[in-house]
T-cell receptor, first 114, second 110 residues
Framework: DAGVTQSPTHLIKTRGQQVTLRCSPKSGHDTVSWYQQALGQGPQFIFQYYEEEERQRGNFPDRFSGHQFPNYSSELNVNALLLGDSALYLC?????????????FGPGTRLTVL | GQNIDQPTEMTATEGAIVQINCTYQTSGFNGLFWYQQHAGEAPTFLSYNVLDGLEEKGRFSSFLSRSKGYSYLLLKELQMKDSASYLCAVRDQAGNMLTFGGGTRLMVKP
């Protein structure tokens, strides 16, 4: 049973550039959430996708956008990169109908902005 | 909004018991999760509480008091591999968003 996968593992960009991160949810899951984790801090919720739509959004600017595809995989796009965007970006998947709705996390993409 | 507090660091001895506390102030509540995160790795699920009381799962137990906005994670018979960060997270009323505390870095010493 494949867990949550993310690509790429690491990425280095310069200020002002744009980046796209990818996530494939755990088999059977239909909901994808994205989190940003700065070094030494807890993850912060960016947004969640369900049925190919952004269902809920955290306190992040419009530079952060996303997409969910019919196969439930998802992309996170960040435009006009800032130094402060350097972080570990985590994708988590879950199954909507479960009461527990536990979120399973992928290994993350480490983004460095120079 | 949500505010979640937990100690930044704790140290304990192999074989001992440690309790990691988490307090929260939230505008909505639909469950509290504990995750373990080893350095450079993804968070992994440990426990879930939505009703008051204690949930036991092997060497790990988690307690919740909704009226006090308080939870703790209890780790028994500590092993060196338990050295990690422990994240407390509250789920919002809609059931979609997890708000995490800053994490508690636990160091287990021989």
């Amino acid at each position: 049973d494949a867990g949550v996968t993310q690509s790429p593992t690491h990425l280095i960009k310069t200020r002002g550039q744009q980046v796209t991160l990818r996530c494939s949810p755990k088999s059977g899951h239909d909901t994808v959430s994205w989190y940003q984790q700065a070094l030494g801090q807890g993850p912060q919720f960016i947004f969640q996708y369900y049925e190919e739509e952004e269902r809920q959004r955290g306190n992040f600017p419009d530079r952060f956008s996303g997409h969910q595809f019919p196969n439930y995989s998802s992309e996170l796009n960040v435009n006009a990169l800032l130094l402060g965007d350097s972080a570990l970006y985590l994708c988590a998947s879950s199954l909507e109908i479960l009461a527990n709705n536990e979120q399973f996390f992928g290994p993350g993409t480490r983004l460095t902005v120079l | 909004g949500q505010n979640i507090d937990q100690p930044t660091e704790m140290t304990a001895t192999e074989g001992a018991i440690v309790q990691i506390n988490c307090t929260y102030q939230t505008s909505g509540f639909n469950g509290l999760f504990w995750y373990q995160q080893h350095a450079g790795e993804a968070p992994t699920f440990l426990s879930y509480n939505v009703l008051d009381g204690l949930e036991e799962k092997g060497r790990f137990s988690s307690f919740l008091s909704r009226s006090k906005g308080y939870s703790y994670l209890l780790l028994k018979e500590l092993q060196m591999k338990d050295s990690a960060s422990y994240l407390c997270a509250v789920r919002d009323q809609a059931g979609n968003m997890l708000t995490f505390g800053g994490g508690t870095r636990l160091m287990v010493k021989p």
